[in-house]
DNA sequence: TTGTAAGCGTTATCAA
DNA sequence: TTGATAACGCTTACAA
């Protein structure tokens, strides 16, 4: 065979190297399992054995091997491994983008946890679209990912379909629904947002306004309206709907929400609940320029608990989240299921109200 | 052959699984690419051509086979296809952490530009260890990876020498330095650096302080750190050792290093040059506490330009770089060389100095 | 335009 | 403990 490896042999090779009907052999210049075998005078199951079953082989074999795979500057070929075995070694993360931190820190936590065990992570980003999550999630199947993560339910159910098709053991992160078909790792948005507006309510609260992330298609968000909206109205109280804005999780809508707001006729709202701390900050900061003062005019909460988020002046109350700890949890469970442990049906990862200096009692 | 989607067979077959001296079939439920060629009643070429030389094969049979491959829920294996062909269709990147945005954000632009051209990203993350980048980049290339991105050059030598004794495409990212031996796509740290202190200068300071990331290990800092040294020099200036101060790009940092730059005795500085902007934020904050007025008595400098860093009180001088791009550039850079079009050396991206409140004339 | 069959680099079964 | 070899799921050179 006209291996690079092979010892000098004569120029009639080439022609040898053409089976009678098959195709030449390729000369890629990279040595495989095989010139390794050679080299150490051992057969290819034995290189196998060295690096899967190290301890059936003896140690002076082993050694020979090793030696010729350094030589040769040989390691394991992934598709080739994966091929032959059922194991890929890869797990795939389905997130909406890397430009929101919440969601990096998870990839970071899953990429992580994976590498301790010797598992590389396939990232595929959605942009909210629940086309491209399914597409994505299809390419990470002709993969052979072991396990995937997606972020949140709301996905075709073609999706979850053809992960139970391929059986392949999946978690959806981020959100927590009690009676969500799916194991779940992640916190309860309802809850979360419920628990705000309680703080709120509290202060003597009763006109709201809303400004979060859009919904459609998104349903950690869905669940923070509904948990605002179930509260409000077990105390008999409602959001206007020309209270309740919808735009990117950035400072400039907070900046203009609070304007557009504050331009409306009729009455004012005396808390603004925002969907992150960015736009939470937005408000903040475009509260100070028009000069309204906080709290004691309005009250403001974000969601996130970003670093700046204890330096504003005021602070800002928010909610702390801990997305790095949901990507580890949710990569130790997806490795409990590979190893075949009985599975949880998924975790509630807590969060804690930072009560801070923009939430107070209501002045009005 | 016992396939789960063949049609019902004698008990006998599963006798006949075996074959004389081989292992037994595995039996997946997974439907495979010759099912599809024998559901459609045809060669396991044509079902390959349909999906890679589509239009090398008949209407009439392209159907067919599409049509079985539906019913069969079939979608080609990539570990085959790999092992079959010379493409993996993935390419992966090296990124320090995922927990800092300029990271993440060019790790969205490569993924985004790849995605387009149907190639999957594996990330690995070598949280500032040149240890970890080696291991990552070698499992990388067992993956078979067509192309590679790196974070900077400060990486052991056989990270490279593996790259390029793969003959795998890779390109240093978010540094750019003349000379590099590598295809550099980033900005220049250095010349951006000594922008910052011209600008400095400029306003008349001659006592600066630079409160930065570590530099062990991370070549874009260290380049940072001699660009302004090396802009002060040329003014006969230097940065005295108690005014240098390395630690986490955090606001805590930043807040911590003015105290301590404070309460040194002898000299205090006029100007801080800050790593990123975190940290400047972190100095900005403190002043208000320290009740030093900004920047009337002390000029603060960032970098990266976050949306924060427009919205404070005074606004932040700090630089612009367009990660995300940095991010797209590096993979239309990798794509091209897969195409084998003419390399170019790499990119320099520009940098644009935000002038702003935090800078002023030296009081002193 | 379509079919045949070797070959991609491993692993795993069975026999020695 | 080690070796021989089929099989993994696909692509591709060549023949038809």
Known sequence: MPRSSDPPAPAAVTAAARSPTGRARRNTGRSVLSDVAK???VSTATVSRVYNEPDKVSANVRERVEQAALT???????????????????????IPTLDDQVFASQVS???A???????????????????????????????????MAVVGEAHPAE????????????????AYREGSPHDCIGFDNHAAYAEITEHLIGFGHRSFAVCIQPTRDNDRVQARVAGIRST???????????????????????????????????????????????????????????????PAQLSVTGFDDLA???ETRPTLTTMRVDTYEIGQLAARHLLDALDGKPARKGYRVPVALQARESTGPCAA
């Open 39 to 41: 080299l150490a005078g």
């Open 72 to 94: 040769l500057n040989w390691f394991p070929n992934a598709a080739g491994r994966a091929l032959a075995s059922t194991r890929s070694h890869i797990a795939g993360i389905i």
């Open 109 to 111: 936590g899953m990429q």
């Open 113 to 147: 946890a994976f590498a301790a065990r010797d598992i590389t992570l396939f990232l595929g980003c959605s942009n909210y679209d629940p086309a491209q999550a399914l597409v994505q999630v299809r390419a990470m199947l002709a993969r052979g990912v072991e396990a």
């Open 159 to 174: 999706l979850f379909d053809a992960l139970r098709l391929y059986r392949v053991p999946y978690a959806v992160t981020y």
């Open 232 to 294: 409000l109205e077990r105390h008999g109280l409602a959001v206007r709907p020309e209270h309740m804005l919808e735009g990117a999780s950035t400072i400039a809508f907070g900046r203009a929400s609070l304007r557009a707001l504050w331009q409306l006729p009729g009455e004012r709202p005396t808390a603004i609940i925002c969907g992150n701390d960015h736009i939470a900050l937005g408000v903040l900061r475009e509260a100070e320029e028009l000069g309204i003062a906080i």
């Open 308 to 310: 700046m988020s204890r």
